[in-house]
């Protein structure tokens, strides 16, 4: 069948606040297994889309006025002893709702989906479910439908995390929903829902995917195509798909999750959400396409980023340190808000719950003020796929603008001055600065001793893209004097031409 059209759009600045519609269940669901500020929702004309090799001439449509929306968000976690994780998942929903009642031509929220990890440990923690009910009888509006499913700290045991137990998805079905897996329409698009199950023949906390559910799924999509295969079709899961989106690598595509993907493969107009590696959704990299759509579904908790071909969150990194596997930092929590229109077109956005504003573009050549907005076109049409791993190819090279310094300040140890230089800019995504310290009397000595090398994230992970890059080379030896190398590098692993300056730790 065909594939869909998904194009990245870079829209003009939104100010938003946020509403609610309907579910239809299906026969066929499986059982195996409002808020003070108010921000506007204004949606820009279909601009025309950026120039790509092989692209045909954009369709005329009319104006985008949306016929459904929902949002998506992951890893919530919620866990009795940590009461912000909750207060996050409310002003979450308050979010979503102010946003809806703020658009001019549709104000409904016809759903909120959460893909997995609802709680930390629902077995240790026997509250956690019924904090996430609380939560949602008290914000939710009766046109929203709920759809979640489990994750794998649902599949946790109460004696040992380590240790898989059906005890979390049991209570699941007793307090959330009595199908763990879900095919539902709602406005007359399906969604599909799949739960991460309790793999209790061996001893790991992964969960899987069972033979059953992949059946089950395949089933789900042959009804769905049949009803109109013009229409996108939503699904979710809790694990990523394997090589899809930046965090989809090594050991984080697990429990079957291949065979989730030679299903779905045969679908383009699905578009798939998924949770798990917390992982950081305003850049480019956070959806791909290849044979269908997937998305980062964007946590509600501990936002990881990753490095450029891997990712990594069970490090704790912080904004001086030569870590990069994952910031670990709540301060650049979002989610995702989904509209379709009539024409099928789906336009999907990043909120910032911290600043209650749309995400912006992530290229630095852009103007500051511009949207990041993803959208699908056409989703039977393959020969307009724009998010595939061909950006790589044709991703220009980051760089410093002319004029450009690095400089050095010191407000302690002459052995530990901080590094400073502007932002890069890129076209895309600014990612890291690989910075080499070398001393100028032994270059080609790289003895860790004496050769230092540090990484540092662009400002953009940090939120504040207004201030200048600073960065604290520690452990220089005294009385040296280094030549430093900050190197650009954007999402895409690219490097630019370095900035580079001699410092002296002499004393003075």
């Given at each position: 069948m065909k594939?869909?059209?998904?194009?990245?759009?870079?829209?003009?600045?939104?100010?938003?606040?946020?509403?609610?519609?309907?579910?239809?269940?299906?026969?066929?669901?499986?059982?195996?297994?409002?808020?003070?500020?108010?921000?506007s929702a204004s949606v820009p004309d279909t601009p025309d889309p950026p120039e790509n090799p092989g692209e045909d001439e954009p369709i005329e449509y009319g104006d985008f006025v949306p016929v459904l929306r929902f949002v998506v968000c992951s890893d919530i976690h919620l866990e009795?002893?940590?009461?912000?994780?909750?207060?996050?998942?409310?002003?979450?929903?308050?979010?979503?709702?102010?946003?809806?009642?703020?658009?001019?031509?549709?104000?409904?929220?016809?759903?909120?989906?959460?893909?997995?990890?609802?709680?930390?440990?629902?077995?240790?923690?026997?509250?956690?479910?019924?904090?996430?009910?609380?939560?949602?009888?008290?914000?939710?509006?009766?046109?929203?439908?709920?759809?979640?499913?489990?994750?794998?700290?649902?599949?946790?045991?109460?004696?040992?995390?380590?240790?898989?137990?059906?005890?979390?998805?049991?209570?699941?079905?007793?307090?959330?929903?009595?199908?763990?897996?879900?095919?539902?329409?709602?406005?007359?698009?399906?969604?599909?829902?799949?739960?991460?199950?309790?793999?209790v023949t061996q001893d790991r906390d992964t969960g899987v995917y069972l033979n059953s559910q992949v059946e089950w799924l395949e089933t789900q999509l042959e009804e769905a195509e049949a009803a109109d295969s013009k229409k996108p079709i939503f699904t979710f899961q809790h694990y990523k798909l394997p090589n899809t989106t930046y965090s989809s690598y090594d050991a984080f595509s697990v429990g079957q999750t291949q065979k989730l993907y030679d299903v779905y493969k045969n679908y383009s107009q699905v578009i798939n959400f998924s949770g798990h590696t917390h992982s950081v959704s305003n850049q480019p990299r956070s959806i791909w396409q290849g044979e269908f759509t997937a998305l980062e579904a964007a946590p509600l908790k501990n936002v990881g980023v990753a490095s450029v071909d891997k990712f990594v969150t069970?490090?704790?990194?912080?904004?001086?340190?030569?870590?990069?596997?994952?910031?670990?930092?709540?301060?650049?929590?979002?989610?995702?808000?989904?509209?379709?229109?009539?024409?099928?077109?789906?336009?999907?956005?990043?909120?910032?719950?911290?600043?209650?504003?749309?995400?912006?573009?992530?290229?630095?050549?852009?103007?500051?003020?511009?949207?990041?907005?993803?959208?699908?076109?056409?989703?039977?049409?393959?020969?307009?796929?724009?998010?595939?791993?061909?950006?790589?190819?044709?991703?220009?090279?980051?760089?410093?603008?002319?004029?450009?310094q690095l400089q050095f300040v010191l407000e302690g140890s002459v052995t530990r001055p901080t590094a400073v230089f502007p932002q890069m800019m890129?076209?895309?995504?600014?990612?890291?600065?690989k910075i080499i310290v070398t001393p100028t009397d032994n270059p080609n000595n790289n003895a860790a001793a004496i050769k230092k090398e540090y990484n540092y994230l662009d400002v953009f992970y940090w939120g504040d893209t207004t201030a200048d890059e600073a960065f604290v080379l520690s452990a220089l030896k005294a009385n040296t004097e280094y030549s430093v190398k900050v190197i650009p590098i954007n999402i895409w692993g690219l490097e630019g031409e370095p900035l580079v300056a001699t410092y002296s730790t002499f004393a003075a």
């Open positions: 594939r869909k059209w998904l194009c990245t759009v870079l829209a003009a600045l939104m100010t938003f606040g946020f509403a609610a519609c309907g579910e239809e269940e299906l026969a066929n669901s499986s059982s195996h297994g409002a808020s003070d500020s108010t921000p009795k002893s940590i009461p912000a994780r909750a207060e996050r998942f409310e002003k979450f929903m308050q979010s979503a709702y102010a946003y809806s009642d703020s658009h001019e031509q549709y104000k409904s929220l016809d759903a909120i989906v959460v893909t997995g990890d609802l709680t930390d440990n629902p077995v240790k923690d026997t509250t956690a479910y019924s904090s996430f009910v609380q939560t949602v009888e008290t914000n939710k509006r009766e046109e929203t439908t709920i759809l979640t499913m489990t994750g794998n700290h649902e599949t946790y045991g109460a004696s040992d995390d380590t240790l898989c137990h059906t005890q979390g998805v049991v209570d699941y079905q007793e307090q959330i929903h009595g199908e763990v897996d879900r095919h539902i329409t709602i406005k007359g698009f399906h969604f599909i829902a799949l739960s991460t199950m309790p793999d069970q490090a704790n990194a912080f904004r001086n340190s030569n870590d990069l596997d994952a910031i670990k930092t709540d301060a650049a929590t979002y989610y995702r808000i989904v509209e379709v229109d009539e024409y099928n077109r789906t336009r999907i956005y990043t909120c910032n719950l911290e600043t209650n504003e749309l995400a912006k573009t992530a290229a630095t050549t852009d103007s500051p003020d511009e949207i990041m907005m993803f959208e699908i076109t056409d989703p039977t049409d393959p020969s307009t796929f724009r998010y595939t791993d061909k950006r790589a190819e044709v991703a220009a090279k980051p760089y410093f603008e002319d004029g450009a890129d076209d895309s995504c600014p990612f890291m600065y």
